[in-house]
């Protein structure tokens, strides 16, 4: 089956830029989105596609991808960015895979 | 304004049966697909079952299969999760999401498997 690593924890100073990459073979194939998650809420869609922003979305969230890794970067990370970020992407059997996460702390 | 609201989760003994709803609104359910995902306490994220639209293609993770069967009503807007021989495993909050990439997802649902 289909895997998706991502690292457990990152930390990013206030105002400054962080990435959170996500790596597995289907990123080869199919772009991955990425969700924001804070505690007891439900997950945000905040990356899709090729490097698509729901509306709401501000822009200094941004996705890339790169043979099978994924990035999600923010720039100019705020105090309210702190949150579990989780990328997610299918197999070619139409199967969801989603990472396990990182946390994101914003110092 | 889309709106997704889950029901039916609640304490069940293991080896029972749960059937949860997504009630959607907002848009037209009829044009999308949607997607089971669930979180165990204090775990990560993990995709369960997602139906296309006419519910020609479904999916499941190995996991679930032969155990949990996505639906739909496009008449009811209303998707569903029918979880048969449940597991402690299966203890988690269950979410309903909207597309494929989960645009749209809804507050969830506990789900406690335990004797």
């Known amino acids: 089956s289909s895997e998706l690593t991502q690292d457990p924890a990152v930390s990013v100073a206030l105002g400054q830029t962080v990435r959170i990459t996500c790596q597995g073979d289907?990123?080869?194939?199919?772009?991955a989105s990425w969700y924001q998650q804070k505690p007891g809420q439900a997950p945000v869609l905040v990356i899709y596609?090729?490097?698509n922003r729901p509306s709401g979305i501000p822009d200094r969230f941004s996705g890339s991808s790169s043979g099978n890794t994924a990035s999600l970067t923010i720039t100019g990370a705020q105090a309210e960015d702190e949150a579990d970020y989780y990328c997610?992407?299918?197999?070619?059997?139409?199967?969801?895979?989603f990472g396990g996460g990182t946390k994101l702390t914003v110092l | 304004e889309v709106q997704l609201v889950e029901s039916g989760g609640g304490l069940v003994k293991p080896g029972g049966s749960l059937r949860l709803s997504c009630a959607a609104s907002?848009?037209?359910?009829?044009?999308?697909?949607m997607n089971w995902v669930r979180q165990a306490p204090g775990k990560g994220l993990e995709w369960v079952s997602s139906?296309?639209?006419?519910?020609?293609?479904?999916y499941y993770a190995d996991s679930v299969k032969g155990r949990f069967t996505i639906s739909r009503d496009n008449a009811k807007n209303s998707l569903y999760l029918q979880m048969n021989s449940l597991r402690a495993e299966d203890t988690a909050v269950y979410y309903c999401?909207?597309?494929?990439?989960?645009?749209?997802w809804g507050q969830g649902t506990l789900v406690t498997v335990s004797s």
């Open positions: 999401a909207r597309e494929w990439e989960g645009d749209y």
């Open positions: 907002g848009f037209t359910f009829s044009s999308y697909s």
């Open positions: 139906i296309s639209s006419s519910s020609s293609y479904i």
């Open positions: 289907s990123l080869r194939s199919y772009y």
């Open positions: 596609g090729k490097n």
């Open positions: 997610n992407s299918r197999d070619s059997s139409g199967k969801g895979v």
